[in-house]
């Protein structure tokens, strides 16, 4: 079957929406406690409370929410090295 990856394609949209959701959320600041650390750009993540600068990765920070997309990440890529074989 020429088409098997459709179905692949689907579930990699879905824990890339995921993964969305986690880019864009709110994390705990380590310096103040509070969850106002936002991702302003690739890789930097800003509290917008007591306005310090974190290095983190590009979609994620490191924390609990983070390491499942972390994780996620490393499946889509995974199936992405697969589909190109
Ligand atoms: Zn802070």
Request: hydrophobic residues 30%.
């Amino acid at each position: 079957m020429a088409n098997s990856g459709i179905r692949n394609g689907a579930g990699i949209r879905k824990q890339y929406m995921a993964v969305q959701k986690v880019k864009n959320a709110s994390y705990k600041c380590p310096s103040c406690g509070s969850v106002s650390v936002k991702r302003v750009n690739t890789g930097i993540w800003k509290c917008t409370h007591c306005d310090k600068i974190y290095s983190g990765g590009a979609y994620i920070m490191s924390t609990p929410p983070g390491e499942i997309s972390r994780k996620l990440i490393k499946e889509i890529e995974k199936k992405k090295i697969n589909e190109n074989k």
